[in-house]
């Protein structure tokens, strides 16, 4: 299986972002936003916005004379005993921050071993989570998350699944023929949110962004009630530009 498109802006975020929690872990008496610049060779306004980002997550601190050391969050994550779990953790907190900011359930999904998987998600009362009323692994055509997932692998792979997986009509609005769906993956600019507007069920609507990395394909989705589906492109905007601290989880 081989990827479609080159890794997201996401991905770059995470990159620059790892360079830059490498310079904080390395000075254990702080170091100043001047010599993060300095070292990691990010500009002033690229650096901010990341400093922003990783002190909202708590991967970084920032102590009374302005230097940055590091924060509870990367600390928890340093120790050896209990590891797994801190990461587990820490992705959840960071998908439950994104669902009360944008107002919507929210879901990381991958495709591991030619399968579509929902790893994590965060939903509440507010915010319910879609029912899964006809197996995710088998709706990828009617999904966002799963046309998103498709969209990042080439054109033999997404051939390959849809010989595995028979499209099958879940509502009025599903895409059954293959030709269409392929032709409109293939026209799907990797930029933009994938967008389910009830091809799955009545009721819900959905978005996808990629979160991508090397040979791995994954996504970030989101789902509303149809009654707010006016917030849906509004929202799905806020999930592609918050995508960021959800891959650095996945990534420390």
């Given at each position: 299986?081989?990827?479609?498109?080159?890794?997201?802006?996401?991905?770059?975020?995470?990159?620059?972002?790892?360079?830059?929690l490498?310079?904080?872990?390395?000075?254990?008496?702080?170091?100043?936003?001047?010599?993060?610049?300095?070292?990691?060779?990010?500009?002033t306004?690229?650096?901010?916005?990341?400093?922003r980002?990783?002190r909202?997550?708590?991967?970084v601190?920032?102590?009374?004379?302005?230097?940055y050391?590091?924060?509870?969050?990367?600390?928890?994550?340093?120790?050896?005993?209990?590891?797994?779990?801190?990461l587990?953790?820490?992705l959840?907190?960071?998908?439950?921050?994104?669902?009360?900011?944008?107002?919507?359930a929210v879901?990381?999904?991958?495709?591991?071993?030619?399968?579509?998987?929902?790893?994590?998600?965060?939903?509440?009362p507010?915010?319910?989570?879609?029912?899964?009323?006809?197996?995710?692994?088998?709706?990828?055509?009617?999904?966002?998350?799963?046309?998103?997932?498709?969209?990042?692998?080439?054109?033999n792979?997404?051939?390959?699944?849809?010989?595995?997986?028979?499209?099958?009509?879940?509502?009025?609005?599903?895409?059954?023929s293959?030709?269409?769906?392929?032709?409109?993956?293939?026209?799907?600019?990797?930029?933009?949110?994938?967008l389910?507007?009830?091809?799955?069920?009545?009721?819900?609507?959905?978005?996808?962004?990629?979160?991508?990395?090397?040979?791995?394909?994954g996504?970030?989705?989101?789902s509303?009630p149809?009654?707010h589906?006016h917030?849906?492109?509004?929202?799905?905007d806020?999930?592609?530009r918050?995508?960021?601290p959800?891959?650095?989880?996945?990534?420390?």
């Open positions: 299986m081989a990827l479609k498109h080159e890794p997201t802006a996401p991905y770059h975020s995470v990159q620059d972002a790892l360079r830059v490498e310079t904080v872990a390395r000075r254990s008496t702080g170091v100043s936003d001047t010599e993060l610049a300095h070292q990691t060779g990010l500009r306004d690229r650096l901010a916005a990341l400093l980002m990783l909202r997550e708590g991967y601190e920032q102590l009374a004379d302005g230097v050391t590091t924060g509870d969050a990367l600390t928890r994550l340093g120790a050896a005993q209990g590891h797994r779990q801190a587990r953790d820490q959840q907190l960071t998908l439950d921050r994104l669902r009360d900011s944008i107002g919507a879901y990381v999904s991958r495709y591991v071993d030619g399968e579509v998987t929902v790893a994590h998600f965060a939903d509440g507010a915010t319910p989570s879609v029912h899964e009323w006809f197996d995710f692994r088998r709706s990828a055509h009617a999904t966002a998350l799963g046309k998103s997932l498709l969209g990042q692998l080439d054109h792979g997404r051939r390959d699944h849809l010989s595995r997986h028979r499209m099958t009509r879940l509502t009025s609005r599903t895409i059954t293959d030709k269409l769906l392929l032709s409109r993956l293939e026209a799907q600019p990797p930029t933009v949110p994938v389910d507007l009830q091809e799955y069920a009545i009721g819900t609507v959905c978005a996808a962004v990629p979160i991508t990395a090397g040979s791995s394909v996504c970030l989705a989101l509303l149809v009654e589906a917030r849906l492109r509004q929202a799905a806020a999930l592609n918050n995508a960021a959800v891959l650095l989880s996945l990534a420390i």
